[in-house]
């Protein structure tokens, strides 16, 4: 099963506070966090986009300005993180710079998954900076998070993340190397789970059970982040990330739990566009268009000739021809006052017309769903 992190394409990794935080001296763990850039370069080496969300800001933020263990007050939590944010960023950038990788700091917020149109920012954002070999480090902006608005934990939020970057897996480090029938700590025979198919009510109701091993350690959230990745075509793994070199051991048939997706992660994007988003707009597209559409090409002003509704951009709108044959639905780069200004004009001309560099295509073909039988011509 190990093959399913072998052979993904793009890898979201989940790091947890307590993994990059030694407890016991109040610093840094920099053997582990040396060793999972390790494990970074090993992935990179053999063409894999990497994708880390980690926690450690507000720790890393405790011990450096002295606060101890003792539960802080929400902006104490919001001071902490500011200043352990650059602490956890310059940790990162140093331990993957010395093994030739660039770096890169992004804070994300619950409305920035919610909202479409910051959604598609930070989803083009991310997008940008793996096609430029980065290494993207994402953590919830806990400076300005308050408990109505935050996760509560990073799991959900690597689970957010996955769908947004199109990731083909998911892998959460963990204090436990995954899901156990009942805590092997109780004495109760407790037996590893090597693969959920299916979240069945079964599962869930031992991640209830207060005194499973599911219930420790946040498992509960764990399954909760499977279920999401699941719906967008990644696989989810939970292991250990307590021995050096976690994603190596993983690799090489450590134990662990997988989580398996059914469908590619563009083709479960795919059936969301065409299935639950509700379109709000159309574009009327000429037959140069049509043609390009068929050949699998993204949907350019150029070859628009019209506008109906009002969306904005990062809503679905539908597609037809001249005829009002709907030919497929996609999520637009433009709201409907903008692609109004540049419809059939080259995509050369939209810096001008606009007054900023904008995206090239009206629909690009990865937010794109063209009708069953089109693209067969």
């Known amino acids: 099963m190990s093959h399913r992190f072998r ?90 710079q010395e093994r030739g990788m660039e770096t890169a700091q992004v804070l994300l917020t619950l409305d920035d998954t919610e909202d479409r149109r910051r959604y598609i920012n930070a989803r083009n954002t991310l997008t940008c900076l793996l096609k430029m070999g980065v290494v993207p480090v994402i953590n919830e902006n806990d ?91 990644a696989h989810m793994v939970i292991t250990s990330g307590k021995i050096l070199r976690p994603l190596k051991n993983l690799q090489e048939g450590g134990r662990c739990t997988w989580v398996p997706a059914d469908e590619a ?22 037959a140069g268009a049509v043609r390009a559409l068929q050949s699998g090409k993204s949907l350019l002003p150029a070859g628009i000739s019209g506008v109906k509704g009002k969306f904005e951009k990062g809503d679905a709108v539908r597609v037809e021809d001249q005829t009002g044959l709907e030919l497929g639905r996609g999520i637009v780069s433009y709201g409907h006052e903008e692609a109004a200004r540049i419809i059939g004009r080259n995509s050369a001309d939209i810096a001008q017309i606009l007054g900023y560099d904008g995206r090239t295509e009206m629909i690009h073909r990865d937010d794109l769903v063209v009708s069953k039988g089109l693209s067969d011509g």
């Open 7 to 96: 052979n993904a394409r793009r890898v979201v990794i989940k790091i947890g506070s307590a993994l990059l935080n030694d407890t016991k001296n109040l610093r840094l763990n920099r053997t582990w966090l040396e060793a999972l850039a390790d494990d970074v370069e090993m992935c990179r080496a053999r063409g894999q986009d990497v994708v880390i969300v980690s926690s450690g800001a507000i720790a890393m933020g405790r011990n450096a300005l002295g606060l101890g263990t003792a539960r802080l007050k929400l902006e104490e939590s919001q001071a902490a993180a500011a200043v352990g944010q650059i602490a956890l960023a310059h940790a990162y950038s140093r331990a993957l």
């Open 143 to 233: 400076t300005v998070a308050t408990t109505e608005i935050r996760y509560g934990d990073n799991d959900r939020l690597a689970a957010r993340v996955t769908g947004m970057v199109s990731a083909d897996c998911l892998v959460l480090l963990s204090d436990v190397d995954g899901v156990y029938t009942s805590d092997p700590a109780l004495g109760q025979g407790g037996k590893l789970i090597p693969e959920i198919r299916e979240l069945t009510p079964e599962i869930w109701a031992m991640a209830r059970d207060s005194g499973s091993s599911l219930s420790r350690g946040g498992m509960r959230t764990k399954l909760e982040a499977a279920r999401m990745a699941q719906s967008t075509g």
């Open 265 to 286: 992660p563009m083709a479960a994007r795919k059936k969301w566009i065409s299935g639950s988003l509700k379109p709000v707009g159309v574009l009327i597209v000429d």
